[in-house]
């Protein structure tokens, strides 16, 4: 057709599968095996028809209040979207509009390369140690921003304040984003570090460890002027980005900490049983600080081992992508469903070895 | 500070006032002035608590399907986001990918310029005819695309259906976007042309007929190859842009078809009264097919006239800019609500006089 030519062609993020059954033990899109707090529902539930028909506070102040109260900083130094992916969209969109190129792991989340594609920023992929660890030294040289997750996606590794202060501070003349999506399950946050670095934001979800990835929440923290630059970015794109329904949701999950901790609490642990059970069975893994594990076996094919799951309804995660095609990304479900699991592991290594 | 350099630098787009109060009355944001169906807050009260924790279907398949029966088309005929100016901002991203000029009026939806300004786009705005009609001819010349509203805000006028087909016809080698944000007041929708023409993209909004712009949700139809590129850059943005409370708000509303015919003919019957005490008052405006009157007075500043409402709580919209600075725009509110408004015109008019 004609009017092809004037088409920006990308080649789109492929997110993990989301399947209709209900039958089924899902750990392929690392969301929280646990519901939110009773009181986010009770909160959703509460929205008055009426209110419906009334655009939401473009400003998300009353959900802005309420993660500036809890992480300890101001309104000012908060920005929400709709969930992380929005708020990163955004930040390069805003942040990266220059001809140096964007830095980032050669091994990481994936939608970095999207959108950097989408927006035509010059990138780098950045190769991890052998160890799967960042070199502090690799970013030290001309660049037009940094971007890497805390712990690591899909690693699952952590990397040390020290380290990521180290990065920060020497590319003070760039904006340095640190993606803590998965922090919350046992790493240690930078967020302190933005009271510091006027260069530093901080990217943290909903989706994860709060439980919520159905309703779109994502947030950053920095200093005022980043989230200032963001948010005229933001007003640029979609003035009402956050419906009713989600400000309500997200308010009321930061009121439930107790909750929080005892959901956190409970997968940790899990994960940490699991590990202990992959390492019986052969699997080698880094040490996740996240709700996932990326694990290979010396002895098994990934591919055919994640065939081998989905046929029996459970669902991992695999990149057929060169560095990582041996590994398999687990994320941590309920208990009782990480037994299922590691029991099929069990017959399925006695199976090819018999 | 140093990391400035590499900051996309925007004007953003400013939104209606969206005031805490709620003792006033609302004519500044073309909300509805009443509540959606009743089954829209049963279907988001229903959602489980459970559901919250996984992400939402990314293809939006329940709702883009629901979207499809109603209008008569297929399911890959439908686009959804986060209110129409998400479906618009993206459509921007995905069609408008060229060294030739994107035309639109000069008086118009004043976010095109800004989704403009934010992707580099090039643009020329064209004048309107006098009567503030649209001329085809004046867009029938180079251009690396055309989008305009029918009806057109904030003048409310409507287009003919041959007009709109003349332009979409002489430009089959681009993208034509008609906005039909306020097209079930009245207004002629061009929807069927989209079989015809593959160029064709029309945009709508649950945000103003449907009643719900505290829910944010917008949508696209056009031919399947159109849809496919604006999910490929969807997908390069932002996966799971529609929460499940969306979603599930979206699909109900569409169930309840008595609601909504009758919800349309009660605000219409409100705006032609309305456009009758205004003719009497001395107003001006063109014969409005939205929600909305576009007036102006020839003895009164608008400006004035703007600020002594809201200082009784009565929100209008005022854009301070050339070639409409003389004219305010009048949301339809509640039959009572426009009563108490026309009654203070009428005082506030004596008071002039006086």
Redesign the interface.
């Known amino acids: 057709?004609?009017?092809?030519?004037?088409?920006?062609?990308?080649?789109?993020?492929?997110?993990g599968e989301?399947p209709?059954c209900t039958q089924m033990i899902?750990l392929n899109?690392n969301?929280?095996?646990?519901?939110?707090s009773?009181g986010?529902?009770e909160a959703?539930?509460g929205?008055?028809?009426?209110?419906?028909?009334?655009?939401?506070?473009?400003e998300v102040g009353e959900l802005r209040q309420a993660l500036a109260e809890y992480y300890g900083v101001t309104k000012e130094q908060v920005f929400v979207g709709?969930?992380s992916?929005?708020v990163l969209?955004t930040a390069f969109?805003?942040?990266?509009?220059?001809d140096r190129p964007l830095l980032f792991p050669d091994i990481t989340y994936s939608f970095y390369e999207?959108?950097a594609?989408?927006f035509g920023i010059p990138y780098e992929r950045v190769p991890l140690k052998e160890d799967f660890h960042i070199c502090a030294g690799d970013y030290k040289r001309e660049n037009?921003?940094i971007i890497f997750p805390n712990p690591n996606a899909p690693t699952g590794m952590e990397e040390s304040r020290e380290l990521i202060e180290d990065i920060v501070g020497s590319n003070?003349?760039?904006?340095v984003i640190v993606d803590e999506a998965y922090v919350d399950f046992g790493a240690d946050s930078v967020l302190s570090l933005t009271e510091k670095y006027?260069?530093l934001l901080v990217v943290q979800t909903f989706?994860k460890s709060r439980?919520?990835?159905?309703?779109?929440i994502g947030f950053a923290i920095g200093?005022p002027?980043l989230i200032s630059?963001l948010?005229?970015?933001?007003?640029?794109?979609?003035?009402?980005?956050?419906?009713?329904?989600?400000i309500a949701?997200g308010v009321a999950a930061l009121k439930d900490e107790t909750y929080f901790r005892n959901t956190l609490e409970r997968i940790i642990e899990t994960r940490e049983r699991t590990k202990a059970e992959l390492k019986k069975l052969g699997f080698l893994f880094p040490d996740s600080k996240s709700n996932f594990i990326f694990a290979t076996h010396p002895r098994l094919s990934a591919k055919s081992l994640y065939q081998a799951c989905r046929e029996r309804n459970i669902y991992l995660r695999y990149f057929d992508k060169p560095g990582i095609r041996d590994y398999l990304r687990i994320s941590i479900g309920k208990e009782e469903e990480m037994h299922i699991f590691l029991d099929f592991l069990k017959h399925y290594i006695e199976q090819e070895r018999g």
């Open positions: 057709m004609k009017w092809e030519a004037n088409v920006r062609k990308v080649t789109p993020y492929v997110p989301q209709k899902k899109t969301e929280c095996p646990y519901p939110p009773p986010v529902a959703i539930a929205i008055s028809t009426e209110e419906l028909r009334l655009y939401p506070d473009p709709v969930g992916d929005d969209a969109l805003t942040f990266f509009h220059s999207v959108w594609e989408l037009g921003g003070r003349d760039v904006v006027d260069n989706s439980a919520m990835a159905g309703m779109r200093h002027k630059y948010n005229d970015v933001k007003f640029s794109f979609n003035s009402y980005t956050m419906n009713r329904t989600a949701a």
